[in-house]
Antibody
């Protein structure tokens, strides 16, 4: 069964840091690019970041560029999101998602998400 | 990158058909054939329903179909069922990925 499980969320003060993880199973992890997508409470989906299969290229939304870093460890079938200089508007449920076999543009498997709360 | 524009809500009765629009610009929807649609039930992860404007993943009911004209993509659900009640999001690419604001579908 193809599965993604996020972890690492929690409560952090503004300006703090947090590292999210996403454990993948059931597919050849390094064959696929991976996205992070977030959803603020009661709000819609917002794309955050993408990393290609070999980790050689990364992409970020303007809202997180320079503060967040996406990475992966293919030997551990794991995806990460290092979040620094956190702001209250980063409060959200963070999902990791696998791209389809065809291109980077659609996300066919999603985790259940991990909650990040930025509050003083 | 601005969010794609979707109606906040749509509704329909069981058995009817509804269409959800997703309006972008010539820089996103109008430039790439990569619109995807996601269904999200409360407290659940999104589920891919349509990719590359019109294609349906294996396992998704053929009651769901996608189309596109110019800068507007559409998701049509025919033969509405109560379990279709959910939030629906479109997504496109324009140098980065952008989602629509979401549409709440109510099945009356």
């Amino acid at each position: 069964e193809v599965q993604l499980v996020e972890s690492g969320g929690g409560v952090v003060q503004p300006g703090g840091s947090l590292r999210l993880s996403c454990a993948a199973s059931g597919f050849t992890f390094d064959d696929y690019a991976m996205h992070w997508v977030r959803q603020a409470p009661g709000k819609g989906l917002e794309w955050v970041s993408l990393i290609v299969g070999d980790g050689g290229s990364t992409y970020y939304a303007d809202s997180v560029k320079g503060r967040f870093t996406i990475s992966r460890d293919n030997s551990k079938n794991s995806l990460y999101l290092q979040m620094n200089s956190l702001r209250t508007d980063d409060t959200a449920l963070y999902f990791c998602a696998k791209v389809t076999a065809y291109n980077y543009h659609a996300m066919d498997v999603w985790g259940q998400g991990t909650t990040v709360t930025v509050s003083s | 990158q601005s969010a794609l524009t979707q109606p906040a809500s749509v509704s329909g009765s069981p058995g009817q058909s509804i269409t959800i629009s997703c309006t972008g610009t010539s820089s996103d929807i109008g430039s790439y054939s990569v619109v995807s649609w996601y269904q999200q039930h409360p407290g659940k992860a999104p589920k891919l329903m349509i990719y590359e404007d019109t294609k349906r993943p294996s396992g998704v009911s053929d009651r769901f179909s996608g189309s596109k004209s110019g800068n507007t993509a559409s998701l049509t659900i025919s033969g509405l069922q109560t379990e279709d009640e959910a939030d629906y999001y479109c997504c496109s690419y324009a140098g980065s990925w952008v989602f629509g604001g979401g549409t709440k579908l109510t099945v009356l």
